[in-house]
Every structure is written in structure tokens, then in C-alpha cells.
């Protein structure tokens, strides 16, 4: 009798349980989750239903929520999707020839020839990615390369970057450019010692390249959106475009609508385009939904450091008393300031040289002492080098935010190292000086390169390529470089509520790593690869298991 009593007691405990489980879409059990929530708690299960996150906690979950699917890890580390907070995207034209990849002079000649051979004559050729401090030669392209590969077709090829470009002597005859030309304002057209043009133009490569073939938005739709879902083999779940415009806005809202719930969450940086035209655009920051929204305002104070064109206060070593330039008149910058202010939008501004982060800091701190407005978010995009203990004192105090790329230090540790003197190389790219006086700080990728683990790498060993390190005082823990990639981004963009960190009431946005970065000694960050990718519930991407396995 006793034995019947415990049996039927098991029984009725069962089916009590299995009477009050929650039905889920998704268990995720046996894990290492890092939340990344404010205590950084680790927990071992999530219940997921629809695309969000309810529940979190121990093993218990697995006896309180019936799924549909239940994925038992074996103890693997799994974090927030990354969110890419500073990324450009877009589709290619059948006449772009990819070069990030490329490791010598003799490559690039290859390629341009190989593809001027599958266009018709005299058709422009362009390409992207190219970096001296990457190629075997250690020294840029230049115009007589690109001649004796193909003399007949326009070639216009874009440095790692995109502030600066290689045309040949078609295409600088296309853009009626020769010795005589006068220098475009905010940039250079270079000669060589011969007073020659060696092909070079930092900065306003647009001056040819806007009168090359444009591609229609049918022509690269399908290798926009190929690029964009790339983007799930990083863990990158969400980004910020952060240049485009409000005619191109149309066709982000096409493919987001087209292909819902496949592609990174975007929210989209559109130029200031006047007062009257925005005003018919009728539409501002945030407005959108989860999949696709509309993000700052994108504002150039200078140019970039590959040129170099970014406006610093001390001459660059080696070039005189050049210290770069403005993109616009400090009238100009102000207007849009206000005007954009003043209409709701938030502010995403690019600033990298101290003497330009400065002044936008000045400008924005005289907007908003104009017209307060509580939570406008602006931020500065870049802030590479580092500006005075006043700026940032001044950033926090009128909550202006930054989003930094800390891979800069990594990848472009050439050119830092070629114009830059010790104090401010040391310091380039800070990290620890704005949290240290309060200032938000997320960290995102500008492409150079995307993967988030160059950047996570960087943050924390603040390591150039040589191995060499550059202010170690700049550096952040990995936490505190992993919540920059998560949640900090989101907030940026007015989401944090919604994404960024692995909690009851957020999207389901979550990757499955190869290591736990938490515990990993960041000497081997780079090697870290993304075994899945979730976007709100879903499998998006799965790394495919080596041959013979």
C-alpha cells in the first residue's frame, strides 16, 4: 500500500508539473549565458517565445517551460548579439572589384586587369579595401600601377576607409583632373616629386567618382542584401548605417519589408538634406520599428586619418604645417546643428581629429544650452584623437555620447604610427579618458575591419597589428568592451529596453561562440569564431563543421 502511495503521489507530481509548464517556442539549456545585464550575472537556461526572451535562470526552467525545441549547449558560451553601432553597407555593381583582401601592388594590377577584361572597352572599373599597411610593396597604389594594367578603362579604386582613392589616367581625364586643377576644398589631389599627379585624391574622391556609371538600387539589390546577411557569420545582429540619405531611405524600407525577420535590425543615418526638404520628408530619429528604423542625423566635421584629412591641432609628422580641414564653415555646421536639433532628430556627428571633436563638442554643448531638449542622444562618431580633459568633461556634462572604433587601433597602426608623434599615438583612440569623466561609450567596427573580435581584441590589449602596444592606460576589460558592443550600442539608437542584453522582456538576439570571452586570454580574441547566430528566436547562421566531421 505504501509503495502504491508514493507511486501515485510521483504521478500526480508529474502531471501537476506538466499541467502548470508554460508552453515555449525555445529552451535554451546546459549553457554559460553571459546577460550581460547590469551585475554581467551568468546564467545556464533562456525560454524564448515568439522573438522574445521571457524567462532566464538555472535549470529549473527546464521543468517550467515545455518547448517546442530545446537546444541542450553542453556548457557553451552564449552572449547578446553584437551590435554594430558605426558600419557602412552596400550592394555591388558587376564593374566592383573587392579588395580588402589583397596583399600586394602586383594583386590589385591583377585584379583591375582580370576585370577589364570581362567589361566592355573603356567601361569604369571601382574597387574598395585596399590598405599599404597591408600590401607586400608597404606603399600605396598609385596612378602609373594602375596604367600599365589597363590604360584604356577609368579605374577608381577606394582605400580601406573610404577617405581616399587611386584613379588611373582615364579616369582622371574622365573627371577633367590635371596638373592645373585646383584643390578641392576639404581635400587633396596629390603630385608626385615629378609634379605629377601620382593618381592620389584624399578625401574628394567624389569629384570623379560621382561622375562615373551609377548603379541602379535593381542592379545591387540582391548583393546588398547578401552583404547585409553576411553580417550573421560575425554575430552581428544589429547595426547603424551610418551614411546614407533620405532618397536612398525608400530602398532600405523595400528590402526590410521583402525580406522581415532575415536581416540585421538597422537603424539608418540620413544626411542633413535642409530644413525644407526634411521637413517634407516628414519623418525623424526613431521612427520605424524593430527591423528597420531611422537613426541620427549624419554630420562630417573633418575627414578621415587614412587621407589624412582629419583636422587636428598639431601639424601631421612629416607633411609641414598640414593639419588637415574642416568639411564646412563653422556657419554651415552650426545651422545644421540647430536646425536638426530643433526639429527632434538626434545628432551622429564624425569627428576624429581633436581640434574637429572640439569644436563639434563646442557647437553641440552652444545648440543645446540654446534649445535643451532631455535625451537627445547626439554622440560624435570616431573620436580618434583624443581631445582635452575640458571636451569631455563638457560631453558628459550635456550627455553626448561616442562611438568608438577601438580596431582603428589594430589596423591602422601604419598610418597612426607615420603621422602621429608618441603623446598622441599613445593616447590615439581612447577608451578609458571618456568613461573615466562620465561620458557614454559604445565601440563598433567603420569596416575596417567588421568583425567584432578584431575590435574586442584591440579594446582590451590595445595591440596594432605588429603586436606593439599603444596606452595600455586606454584599455577597457573585456566586460566592460562587451557591453559596449551590446547594449551601449542599443542604447545609441533609443533600444536598449528592447536588445543588447540577454533579459526577461528583450528580443531573442543571441550567439553561440566558440570560447568564452569572459574567461579567454585576450591574446586570443581574434581566434574566437561565431558557431550560431539567433535573430528574435531564429536560427539566422550556423558555422559549418569542418570536412570529415
Known amino acids: 500500500m505504501r509503495r502504491l502511495n508514493c507511486l501515485f503521489a ?8 506538466s499541467a502548470v509548464a508554460e508552453p515555449v517556442d525555445l529552451l535554451v539549456t546546459n549553457a554559460r549565458i553571459a546577460t550581460l545585464d547590469q551585475n554581467f550575472s551568468i546564467v545556464h537556461s533562456m525560454a524564448v517565445k515568439g522573438d522574445r526572451i521571457i524567462a532566464t535562470g538555472g535549470n529549473e526552467l527546464s521543468t517550467q517551460y515545455e518547448a517546442k525545441r ?16 558605426h558600419i557602412h553597407m552596400s550592394g555591388n555593381p558587376p564593374w566592383y572589384i573587392d579588395l580588402t583582401k589583397v596583399r600586394s601592388v602586383v594583386e590589385i594590377t591583377s585584379l583591375v586587369k582580370q576585370r577589364a577584361a570581362e567589361l566592355p572597352k573603356g567601361h569604369w572599373i571601382t574597387g574598395y ?63 608626385g616629386n615629378d609634379g605629377r599627379l601620382n593618381g592620389i585624391i584624399r578625401e574628394r574622391q567624389d569629384i570623379i567618382l560621382d561622375l562615373a556609371p551609377v548603379a541602379t538600387d535593381d542592379t545591387v539589390r540582391a548583393s546588398f542584401i547578401a552583404n547585409l546577411q553576411s553580417l550573421f557569420r560575425l554575430g552581428i545582429t544589429s547595426i547603424v548605417q551610418a551614411a546614407d540619405s533620405v532618397d536612398h531611405y525608400p530602398e532600405w524600407e523595400r528590402i526590410y519589408k521583402e525580406h522581415r525577420g532575415t536581416l540585421p535590425r538597422a537603424a539608418v543615418q540620413v544626411a542633413w538634406a535642409g530644413d525644407e526638404k526634411m521637413k517634407a520628408f516628414a519623418r525623424k530619429t526613431g521612427d520605424g520599428d524593430e527591423h528597420l528604423r531611422l537613426g541620427a542625423i549624419k554630420v562630417f566635421v573633418d575627414g578621415g586619418f587614412t587621407g589624412p584629412a582629419a583636422y587636428t591641432k598639431k601639424p601631421y609628422r612629416g607633411m609641414g604645417d598640414y593639419r588637415g580641414s574642416l568639411t564646412m564653415r563653422e556657419s554651415q555646421l552650426e545651422t545644421i546643428f540647430r536646425e536638426a536639433h530643433a526639429a527632434g532628430w538626434q545628432l551622429g556627428v564624425h569627428a576624429i581629429g581633436d581640434e574637429a571633436i572640439e569644436l563639434a563638442v563646442d557647437k553641440l554643448a552652444l545648440t ?57 599615438l599613445a593616447s590615439n583612440n581612447p577608451l578609458r579618458s571618456p568613461l573615466r569623466h562620465g561620458v557614454h561609450l559604445a565601440i563598433s567596427s567603420d569596416i575596417l575591419p567588421i568583425g567584432p573580435m578584431t575590435g574586442l581584441y584591440a579594446a582590451v590589449t590595445r595591440k596594432g597589428v605588429s603586436g606593439k602596444v599603444h596606452g595600455a592606460e586606454e584599455a577597457l576589460t573585456i566586460r566592460e568592451a562587451l557591453a559596449g558592443y551590446t547594449h551601449k550600442g542599443a542604447w545609441l539608437t533609443f533600444e536598449e529596453s528592447a536588445k543588447g542584453s540577454i533579459e526577461p522582456g528583450k528580443l531573442a538576439d543571441f550567439i553561440i561562440l566558440s570560447a ?32 570529415g566531421r
Do not use: C
Open 10 to 17: 510521483a504521478f500526480t507530481l508529474l502531471m501537476s508539473s
Open 70 to 85: 530545446t537546444l541542450d549547449l553542453g556548457g557553451r558560451f552564449v552572449m547578446p548579439g553584437f551590435v554594430d553601432s
Open 129 to 191: 579595401g585596399w590598405s599599404e599597411d597591408a600590401l607586400a610593396e608597404k606603399r600605396r597604389p598609385l596612378r602609373d600601377d594602375l596604367d600599365d594594367a589597363v590604360p584604356n578603362n577609368p579605374v577608381g579604386l577606394t582605400r580601406a576607409g573610404g577617405h581616399g582613392a587611386v584613379f588611373n589616367s582615364a579616369g582622371l581625364t574622365f573627371g577633367k583632373i590635371d596638373e592645373k586643377s585646383p584643390q578641392p576644398e576639404s581635400g587633396v589631389i596629390e603630385k
Open 368 to 424: 543645446l544650452k540654446a534649445s535643451p531638449r532631455t535625451n537627445h542622444r547626439h554622440y560624435l562618431n570616431h573620436f580618434t584623437i583624443k581631445p582635452s580633459d575640458t571636451t569631455m568633461q563638457t560631453m558628459a556634462a550635456n550627455g553626448i555620447a561616442i562611438t568608438q572604433q577601438p580596431n582603428f587601433t589594430y589596423t591602422l597602426e601604419g598610418r597612426y604610427s607615420a603621422y602621429l608623434d608618441a603623446p598622441e
Open 516 to 547: 568564452d570571452v569572459t574567461t579567454l586570454d585576450p591574446d586570443k580574441l581574434m581566434d574566437v569564431r561565431v558557431d550560431e547566430t539567433w535573430l528574435g528566436g531564429v536560427q539566422v547562421w550556423t558555422r559549418p563543421l569542418p570536412v
